[in-house]
Antibody, heavy 120, light 110 residues
Framework: QVTLKESGPVLVKPTETLTLTCTVS??????????VSWIRQPPGKALEWLAH???????SYSTSLKSRLTISKDTSKSQVVLTMTNMDPVDTATYYC????????????WGQGTLVTVSS | EIVLTQSPATLSLSPGERATLSCRAS??????LAWYQQKPGQAPRLLIY???NRATGIPARFSGSGSGTDFTLTISSLEPEDFAVYYC????????????FGQGTRLEIK
């Protein structure tokens, strides 16, 4: 059974760095057909893709947020970590991790999401 | 960056009716387009991948069509559980150019 679960702080202060962890089970992060992305969704708004990590450790980032994001993985722990620096209230959102599988070259499994609020 | 524009923003229909949702790309994405359904408080669920392929377990009333810049998600006969928000997502030039989502279409009960 494939599962993904996000964990991290529910509240961060402006200018702080956010660190989120996605713990996966039911598949290996070393599987060449799998990758994991982080996607966020501000309250009442649309989905926004943030970053992706491939099985070979190659990474891809949103152009607009690239300077603030770092994605990494620990295959032995089945974890994918996202850090986002210089948090701002506009970064308040539910953050999802999702598995990208080839095929179907889409996100076939998602975590439940974790709401992160940025406020002083 | 490729921009996906979904229309309409909100679609009001009754159970049993046919729903047609549109997604237009700012440049060709070939057939590299997926559709997701999201219900309140839940993560999105994959419905359609590569424009016209139903994901595992998705009912046959859901179908996708299109290529290039214009895509359509059709729900042939709406069930009560189909009222939700629908997003399209493209992966053209992946991984060089990243992934983008549309702004969503809310399908509500009339």
């Amino acid at each position: 059974q494939v599962t993904l679960k996000e964990s991290g702080p529910v509240l961060v202060k402006p200018t702080e760095t956010l660190t989120l962890t996605c713990t996966v089970s039911g598949f290996s992060l070393s599987n060449a057909r799998m990758g994991v992305s982080w996607i966020r969704q501000p309250p009442g708004k649309a989905l926004e893709w943030l970053a992706h990590i491939f099985s070979n450790d190659e990474k891809s980032y949103s152009t607009s947020l690239k300077s603030r994001l770092t994605i990494s993985k620990d295959t032995s722990k089945s974890q994918v970590v996202l850090t986002m620096t210089n948090m701002d209230p506009v970064d308040t959102a539910t953050y999802y991790c999702a598995r990208f599988r080839n095929p179907p070259f889409s996100y076939d499994y998602w975590g439940q999401g974790t709401l992160v609020t940025v406020s002083s | 960056e490729i921009v996906l524009t979904q229309s309409p923003a909100t679609l009001s229909l009754s159970p049993g009716e046919r729903a047609t949702l549109s997604c237009r790309a700012s440049q060709s994405v070939s057939s590299y387009l997926a559709w997701y359904q999201q219900k309140p408080g839940q993560a999105p669920r994959l419905l359609i991948y590569d424009a016209s392929n139903r994901a595992t377990g998705i009912p046959a009333r859901f179908s996708g069509s299109g290529s290039g810049t214009d895509f359509t998600l059709t729900i042939s006969s709406l069930e009560p559980e189909d009222f939700a928000v629908y997003y399209c997502q493209q992966r053209s030039n992946w991984p060089r150019d990243g992934i983008t989502f549309g702004q969503g279409t809310r399908l509500e009960i009339k």
